[in-house]
């Protein structure tokens, strides 16, 4: 799993809304489960958060931190007016990797999942900010040639890294430094 490291404020009367350039957004909880979050978050958020129902995180499989995901999204004491969405990865018994996306829709105030299945032998989810989301199929295309291209697991996080790198040119919430986690 790999994010951009960037924090911004969504106030948009700010000269410089940029709060963070080394925020990570993408965790590996153990050694079966990455975990990572894109949307708005209140000050009092972590990330993270939804996996507090379970003290010892040694124990998260894929589908308890999937469930405790949309159970923190559909138990939210305060009202959510804007997207936001957990990316879940993980093996489970049987070794096979799989990511699960939980979205939240503010609109409609309802949760939803993606199951997305390894392709090749590895597996795309792309969470993107509102303004490069006409982009998707296009994004998603390149980034399933990187893939393509790759002849290490190494080549192919560079190859994405010089991608997200260079999104910013299209939207200024994209930059900062670059976090990967993987699990084995």
């Known amino acids: 799993m790999i994010s951009d490291g960037r924090k911004i404020d969504p106030m948009p009367d700010l000269l410089n809304p940029i709060l963070d350039e080394s925020f990570p957004k993408v965790f590996k909880v153990n050694n079966r489960v990455v975990f990572g979050g894109t949307g708005m978050f209140s000050m009092k958020e972590r990330i993270l958060d939804p996996l507090n129902v379970y003290p010892v995180k040694d124990i998260i499989t894929p589908k308890m931190a999937y469930k405790a995901s ?6 939210q004491k305060f009202d959510l007016y804007v997207s936001r969405n957990y ?15 939980v979205h939240f829709d503010p609109v ?14 590895f597996v795309i989810s792309c969470a993107l ?6 982009m998707e ?10 893939i ?3 002849k290490t697991h190494k ?10 790198r260079g999104l910013y040119k299209f939207d200024d919430t994209i930059g900062g430094d670059i976090f990967e986690v993987t699990i084995t």
């Open 70 to 75: 949309v159970d923190y999204l559909q138990n």
């Open 87 to 101: 990316i879940i990865g993980g093996k489970d018994s049987k070794g096979k990797f799989s990511i699960r996306e």
């Open 108 to 121: 409609n105030h309802e949760v939803s999942t993606t199951i997305r299945e390894p392709d090749s032998g």
């Open 129 to 134: 900010p509102a303004r490069l989301e006409e």
């Open 137 to 146: 199929g296009k994004i998603l295309q390149v980034i399933g040639e990187f």
């Open 148 to 150: 393509q291209a790759s």
């Open 155 to 164: 080549q192919m996080l560079d190859y994405i890294t010089k991608f997200i």
